[in-house]
């Protein structure tokens, strides 16, 4: 069995990663601090043979290096999400996402890991104008957690050179599904829409709910992640989006939403938002051209946000009420 490690195993898109893998047959090592990741998102998977979990932090340098050891691949999930917090905190969203990640690498270096496979955003696109948003031309960061990915693209591309690593990164558009968790002041957009409507609250659409989003169902991230696992090298050393390829705005998400939880809560009917202020750092519209990875990594998204909402407003309505 191949050995994997999976930084931030216990955080949404980790926990789901790590069950797939463990599932298709791989020994998997998690690396969390818990700091934002859960322990019940790991629970059932605790107790099988081929799972180990550390329990540490990617700031100290000892805990990746023992959490590399003996790790042929690495999927680098950790991190510190969120425009709004990395705005309000700068400074442990610059440490746990730029430090924590140059350790990470670094650490896989030491092991001779095969393959860093890490998680970077479609913030680092900023002020770009362009839609749909193409790898090779980015703006500039609007937020300090835009500007914290767009930096670990650079390392990347740097330990490539300096030390012959093979780093593929992906710039996650979005993503949604179950464990997404839906409490905190910094809960996206998605799960917060489902607990405010599960409890029969109206939530907050920050702006007139005209911008518009490129959302990714979990199952296509995970597709995406498996897929850069197993792509051949000419493939390494760049960057891809990974999407749904279709643009829907807040306005738009919350009718689907509205919809999919209505078949589980009929007087969720009733319920119509609010608006807010638009949000310092968002950008007004994001979509992925997906072209590069389907080429290159045989990436191929296969739910709509409509499907991935079915899916989504099932799992809510199971653990929300």
Request: glycine share 8%; net charge negative; hydrophobic share 40%.
């Amino acid at each position: 069995m191949k050995k994997v490690l999976v930084t931030g195993g216990a955080g949404f898109i980790g926990s789901n990663l790590t069950e797939f893998l463990l599932d298709a047959g791989y020994q998997v090592v998690v690396l969390d601090n818990f700091s934002t990741g859960k322990r019940e998102n790991i629970a059932h998977l605790t107790d099988r043979d081929s799972f180990t979990l550390i329990e540490g932090d990617i700031r100290n340098m000892a805990d990746c290096r023992k959490a590399a050891a003996g790790v042929e691949y690495v999927f680098h999930e950790a991190a510190l999400g969120s425009v709004p917090r990395s705005i309000k905190d700068p400074a442990t969203s610059t440490e746990v996402n730029i430090s924590g990640f140059v350790n990470m690498l670094f650490a896989a270096y030491e092991a001779s890991v095969k393959r860093f496979i890490y998680a970077s955003s479609s913030s680092v696109y900023g002020d770009c104008q362009d839609s749909p948003k193409v790898e090779s031309r980015t703006g500039i960061p609007l937020s300090p957690y835009a500007l914290t990915k767009s930096v670990n693209e650079q390392f990347a591309a740097n330990f490539a050179q300096v030390y012959g690593m093979e780093c593929i990164g992906l710039r996650y558009f979005n993503v949604f599904g179950r464990r997404q968790d839906p409490d905190g002041a910094y809960a996206a957009v998605i799960p917060k829409f489902s607990a405010s409507l599960l409890a029969h609250t109206p939530p907050t659409i920050n702006g007139d709910g005209s911008y518009s989003r490129d959302f990714t169902y979990i199952d296509d991230c995970i597709q995406a992640n498996i897929c850069a696992l197993n792509a051949p090298c000419e493939a390494a050393n760049t960057v891809y989006n990974v999407a749904g390829g279709n643009e829907t705005s807040l306005n738009e998400l919350f009718a689907y939403l509205k919809d999919a939880l209505m078949q589980f809560d009929p007087e969720i009917n009733a319920i119509t938002p609010l608006y807010g202020p638009v949000r310092p750092g968002d950008i007004p519209h994001s979509l992925a051209d997906i072209s590069k990875a389907r080429q290159l990594l045989g990436y191929t998204p296969h739910f709509s946000i409509r499907q991935g909402l079915e899916s989504t407003a099932k799992w809510y309505f199971d653990h929300l009420r």
